[in-house]
């Protein structure tokens, strides 16, 4: 991936931050969002790939959405964009629904609008985070769930738009993975946080960077990754 620039959305996250930090290492130019430059600076890097670009940015902000896209559009080529940023939470306000589309989809689709151009020149890919429940929503999670049901609209959406210009479109469908949202969760449940029975940001990372780098003959549409059965 020696001199592709990839922009990875919501990088001081735990999975962010592993697929910035795998994608640097095989040799990507690593261009880091999140909402805060502080957040961004905690993120270490050390591999094979240039000095990595920190660009601090809240998507739910249309004027840091616009000055995104603008500075993105200063550093092209972009070949790559993976959204990883999101939220969750169990509620039935609709204040909180309202949020939780702001984050989980408003932001990531006005930031992706205006890099597509980018994407498009470069013949590039966009990687969707997604997880489990855009395929089956579970009880208390419903707000969250349709948050990612509409994303993987926009995914399908996107891949008919776009690929005859030559850009992938993948979805990637998580189930519980290690990281401090699946501790909150466990703490909302009353249940043990166990981060080795569960899939790890490293995991992801790996898939995104294999998705990444494959030949541009072939296009990988949607992968679900689930913890491993345990007996």
Not at 49 to 75: F, I, K
Not at 93 to 103: A, C, I, K
Not at 140 to 169: C, F, M
């Amino acid at each position: 991936m020696w001199g592709k620039k990839v922009l990875v959305v919501g990088a001081s996250g735990d999975i962010g931050h592993a697929i910035a930090r795998t994608l640097h290492e095989a040799g990507a130019q690593v261009l880091m969002t999140g909402r805060s430059l502080k957040g961004l600076l905690r993120i270490k890097l050390s591999g094979a790939g240039p000095r990595p670009v920190l660009l601090a940015a809240d998507l739910t902000s249309p004027a840091d959405t616009d000055r995104l896209a603008t500075e993105l559009r200063m550093l092209q080529p972009l070949n790559a964009v993976v959204l990883t940023a999101g939220t969750y939470a169990r509620s039935t306000s609709p204040d909180m629904l309202r949020r939780q589309m702001e984050v989980n989809l408003l932001g990531p689709y006005a930031l992706l609008r205006g890099t597509l151009p980018l994407l498009i020149d470069s013949a590039g890919d966009v990687v969707f985070i997604n997880s489990s429940h855009a395929l089956r929503a579970s009880g208390e999670a419903g707000q969250y769930a349709a948050t990612k049901h509409a994303l993987k609209a926009i995914a399908d959406s996107l891949r008919d738009e776009v690929n005859d210009q030559n850009v992938r479109v993948t979805s990637i469908y998580l189930g519980r993975t290690a990281g401090e949202r699946q501790r909150e969760i466990a703490a909302m449940e009353g249940q043990p946080y166990v981060p080795g029975r569960l899939i790890q940001p490293d995991d992801v990372a790996g898939l995104v960077r294999n998705i990444l780098q494959l030949p541009r003959t072939a296009e990988i549409t949607d992968v679900s990754m689930l913890p491993r059965r345990r007996a």
